[in-house]
């Protein structure tokens, strides 16, 4: 049986939620508990409540509040700012004219799948490759767009090594491009990853569409957020009684938007300390691992001199001769909880599709470990992982035959 989890590196797949976010939504559960649609002032008093929210949100992204539409999740966020905008456009085109999406080879699944169902539907979808280095290539993706190319997708950092894409400009590059074209092309990021790291002001980076999650942050699993700017056509995917703006109808989830204020706003005020903090000890981690077990390799270039294009929480490293599986199960056993790559596909037989796309044998993306810190990780616990670390990948090697 696997010891109760003492040393918590799973942060990329979520966060745990902050107790002044569950002080925040505790009320919103039994005491204020009415209907934003309704006009008595039990009702207003919600809807109150949901206001401040999306000026919270609004706020960091530095945007108008009425941009701002709360979701269920990242993935219908995204699934909405693709859908929708094409649904919305294919209304808008002229018998003949066909719908282009670009997007990148290592996006996450909400993306990458959502964009291979709508392929189904003879919707052409171009998908950029990474170089070694995990990062979308501007000539690459330059030479894709068209004259019929309407929406370019791009993370903004990748959920599996930490890469840092070049999103600004990417959005100058479209601004330039936009000046001398008949059709927009509009531009969405997933920046779900970013948003306790980086800046993430949407006319600086110049993004049409934006995507966040609530369980990344320290906030309520089951809330999203997606960033529409004005004059960007966007149809509803679910209809019903007109909430957020006519975009996402259904009663709102009052607890958990208020925890998505709350805890967005918690944002500006601990990133400094947070990201100087939390590098420091990734990459104290990264050099002892790389020194202590031999056959290891860093995925990305954490410690290379390029620290500016990737954030600052996350680490991928392969170990040579040992399943990255088996290593999870083996580390979980003795307390310690870490990924092989996005939460979503743990459970995939697959080699991580960002790996592969950034250069990997399946061999090397098989033995592939995701390890990723947060605000409360601690020496401590970085020290009892690079205790035990050696010992499980020594002992998988041995049972392997490598």
Request: a positive charge.
């Amino acid at each position: 049986m696997a010891q109760r989890i003492k040393v918590y590196l799973d942060y990329a797949a979520t966060t745990p939620m902050d107790k002044l976010v569950l002080r925040a939504m505790k009320p919103y559960f039994c005491e204020k508990y009415g209907n934003s649609g309704s006009i008595h002032s039990r009702g207003q008093d919600v809807q109150l409540a949901i206001n401040k929210s999306r000026e919270q949100v609004a706020k960091f992204l530095k945007c108008k509040p009425s941009e701002i539409i709360f979701t269920g999740s990242a993935s219908e966020s995204d699934n909405l700012a693709i859908r929708g905008l094409l649904k919305a456009l294919k209304r808008r085109k002229r018998s003949g004219e066909k719908i282009h999406i670009i997007t990148s080879e290592i996006e996450h699944k909400a993306v990458l799948e959502t964009c291979q169902d709508l392929e189904k539907d003879k919707i052409k979808v171009s998908y950029i490759p990474v170089g070694r280095d995990g990062i979308v290539n501007l000539d690459d993706l330059k030479a894709e767009i068209t004259s019929e190319t309407d929406l370019i997708s791009i993370m903004y950092v990748n959920n599996e090594t930490g890469i840092i894409q070049p999103i600004e400009k990417i959005g100058s590059l479209l601004e330039e491009i936009n000046k001398t074209k008949e059709h927009r092309i509009f531009f969405h990021t997933d920046a779900v990853q970013a948003a306790n790291w980086l800046n993430c002001d949407v006319d600086k980076l110049k993004v049409d569409l934006l995507t966040l999650s609530g369980h990344k942050i320290y906030g309520p699993k089951g809330m999203g957020v997606l960033y529409m700017r004005h004059g960007t056509p966007i149809s509803p995917m679910i209809t019903g009684g007109g909430q957020e703006w006519g975009f996402r109808a259904g009663t709102e989830n009052t607890a958990g938007i208020v925890g998505m204020g709350t805890a967005i706003a918690m944002i500006s005020e601990q990133r400094t300390m947070n990201s100087k903090k939390i590098k420091k000890l990734r990459d104290r981690l990264v050099k002892s691992v790389l020194t202590a077990v031999p056959g290891s390799k860093l995925n990305g270039f954490v410690l290379a001199g390029a620290s500016a294009s990737q954030a600052p929480h996350i680490a991928n490293i392969s170990f040579r001769g040992v399943e990255g599986e088996g290593l999870v199960i083996s580390l979980d056993q003795k307390g310690i909880a870490v990924a092989t790559g996005s939460a979503c596909t743990s459970h995939a037989l697959e080699p991580s599709h960002v790996l592969i796309a950034m250069g990997l044998t399946h061999l090397e993306a098989h033995s592939s470990l995701r390890i990723s810190l947060g605000k409360h990780t601690t020496e401590k616990e970085i020290d009892y992982f690079l205790n035990v670390l050696p010992g499980v990948v020594e002992k998988l090697r041995k049972i392997s035959g490598r």
